[in-house]
């Protein structure tokens, strides 16, 4: 199982020199960033999904959820015991709560897992339910007016949700695309995971203002997320009877570090940027450890 890490550190690994050599320019992470999320990985996604049955994991799914939900109320919560606005403890409990599961959890799925059928599961999960209330929390703490239309078309404006959402239905359907179609489609996905990882590695070379005073914070953070969501999911796993393969699958997805999308939200809102920046980086660099350690203990 450790073995199936290699690829990943190695990959990470030349990114990070990459970046600290300067190699691609000030603009890589934002160009390579940009064709693994439009095209490499959704092109990915849906080669998978089309050629695979149409399966849902509703016990492991259950108890996924029921991790982040515990998760990110606790880091909520102690937002606000803190005296956090409304938007801060929201960006607090993403970043505890909400996984990396496209630009890192893919690459983990297909190396560590052998397929990425429970991570899709977790990938729309959280963009058609978490998404939502995060986005719901942030603007009502940013004063705006809940925009219907914005989340109802969320997943279309999201290609990491198209490709498995048209795969789905391929594959639910019992078409298969023509080889005219599918074959461009093959090679464009197979670049996704290599350079997914190449960007990963170029993230944690980003430079950027460091939270004031919050270095406890980003600690707290990244352990709810490393360490306090993976435990709880086993143990809700366990308790709801999910089988050992589907165990470590929920397990590994839910120990996934901070996805990046919390900094970009941060960003946008004005809320707890460097916070969720300094929490994306750390847990990032942690989880190559603790994701090989929870795959040697499970697998």
Same mark, same amino acid.
């Given at each position: %199982? ?38 490499? %990985?959704?092109?990915?996604?849906? *080669? ?22 515990? !998760? %990110? ?6 937002? +606000?015991?803190?005296?956090?606005? *409304? ?35 977790? @990938? ?6 978490? !998404? ?40 639910? @359907? ?37 939270? *004031? ?72 660099? @942690?989880? %190559?450890? *603790?994701? +090989? ?7």
């Amino acid at each position: %199982m450790l073995a199936a890490f290699v690829p990943i550190w190695l990959l990470t690994g030349l990114g990070w020199v990459t970046g600290r050599r300067g190699l691609l320019g000030p603009e890589a992470e934002r160009v390579l960033g940009g064709f693994v999320f439009h095209l490499a %990985m959704p092109a990915a996604l849906f *080669t998978a999904l089309s050629r695979a049955p149409l399966a849902v994991q509703p016990a492991a799914l259950g108890a996924f959820a029921v991790s982040t939900a515990v !998760t %990110m109320a606790v880091a909520f919560t102690l937002g +606000a015991v803190r005296r956090r606005s *409304t938007g801060e403890a929201t960006i607090g409990a993403m970043a505890a709560g909400y996984v990396n599961s496209a630009n890192l959890g893919i690459p983990v799925a297909l190396q560590v897992l052998g397929d990425a059928a429970f991570l899709t599961q977790v @990938l729309l999960f959280q963009v058609l339910v978490v !998404t939502p209330v995060i986005l719901v929390l942030l603007d009502r703490g940013a004063g705006r007016r809940l925009r219907p239309g914005r989340l109802l078309t969320l997943p279309l404006r999201n290609p990491v949700i198209a490709g498995p959402a048209l795969g789905v239905l391929c594959s639910g @359907l019992g078409w298969r695309p023509p080889e005219l179609i599918a074959g461009p489609l093959a090679l464009l996905g197979a670049a996704a995971v290599p350079t997914a990882l190449v960007v990963l590695g170029l993230s944690l070379t980003a430079g950027g203002p460091r939270p *004031t005073g919050g270095r406890v914070e980003v600690a707290v953070l990244t352990g709810l997320k490393l360490v306090f969501q993976p435990l709880v999911a086993w143990v809700v796993g366990l308790l709801a009877g999910v089988g050992s393969a589907a165990l470590l699958a929920l397990v590994v997805c839910a120990a996934l570090p901070t996805a990046q999308n919390t900094y970009l939200y941060a960003r946008e809102y004005g809320q707890g940027g460097a916070v969720a920046r300094e929490t994306v980086i750390v847990s990032t660099a @942690l989880s %190559m450890a *603790t994701l +090989a350690v929870l795959g040697a203990l499970l697998g």
